[in-house]
């Protein structure tokens, strides 16, 4: 997973727009984001470690608060709690198209990842 953090530092995209598409009925479907491969990779590791964290994350609103908050000291939450974040922002990625890659866009991502990496020194 650290290793991941030179890649998303040099990125220069995360993903793009895609453009609506027409169902069989005809029906036009709202636009979804094309994620970039840093941001594949990072979701499958994330499962594949296992970094996701089963809980309520919709209802933790301490969470949300903490994600909320662009000053946020990662450095005084503990790896669990980053792991939950982290849990958050991909399963929420999944009823809020772009989630995901507008959390690696502003920074958020890597500012949990460090202080990870921080903490695991």
Known sequence: MM???????EALSF???GGGEF???GIMQMPYTIPAYVVTQFVDIVYEMPLMVSY?????EEGQKILRDPDFDF???DIPTKCKLITAIIRNDRFAD??????????LILKILKS?????D
């Open 3 to 9: 290793n991941l953090i030179p890649e998303i530092e």
């Open 15 to 17: 993903g793009e727009k």
């Open 23 to 25: 169902d069989t009925d």
């Open 116 to 120: 990870i990496q921080r903490q695991l």
């Open 75 to 77: 450095d005084s939450i």
């Open 98 to 107: 772009g989630a995901l890659v507008r959390a690696l866009e502003s920074g």
């Open 56 to 60: 309520d994350w919709p209802s933790w």
